[in-house]
């Protein structure tokens, strides 16, 4: 079983920046694909970004994250990042961090085991 909390939500002003944190429980991090979703009110669950477990970890985006967020882990932590930039009113929603057992690309949300709770990012002027 593993367990996911993040945090690092919050508000900021359009452009602004904010970095999501994802702590996992457990010893299988190691072994685990990271994944970044968010869901705005009235709408599906959205992919953001992946990060394998294998080959280094291979990153994969949305084309509306591409340049302007970066994800990256840290395995001694067992923690997962996501660092947002030049945040948009369309970026507000809740974040959800996701785990699964399977590696690269994943993209959809039934690829995923393990859920957090969401953490709530708002960007208003």
């Known amino acids: 079983q593993v367990q996911l909390v993040e945090s690092g939500g919050g508000s900021v002003q359009p452009g602004g920046s904010l970095r999501l944190s994802c702590a996992a429980s457990?010893?299988?991090?190691?072994?685990?694909?990271m994944g970044w979703f968010r869901q705005a009110p009235g709408k599906e669950r959205e992919f953001v970004a992946t990060?394998?477990?294998?080959?280094?970890?291979?990153?994969y985006y949305a084309d509306s994250a591409k340049g302007r967020f970066t994800i990256s882990r840290d395995y001694a932590n067992n923690t997962l990042f996501l660092q947002m930039n030049g945040l948009k009113p369309e970026d507000t929603a809740v974040y959800f961090c996701?785990?699964?057992?399977?590696?690269?690309?994943?993209?959809?949300?039934?690829?995923?085991?393990?859920w957090g709770q969401g953490t709530q990012v708002t960007v208003s002027s």
């Open positions: 996701a785990a699964s057992h399977s590696d690269y690309g994943l993209n959809r949300p039934t690829e995923y085991d393990y």
């Open positions: 457990g010893r299988t991090f190691r072994a685990l694909a």
């Open positions: 990060i394998s477990w294998s080959g280094g970890g291979r990153m």
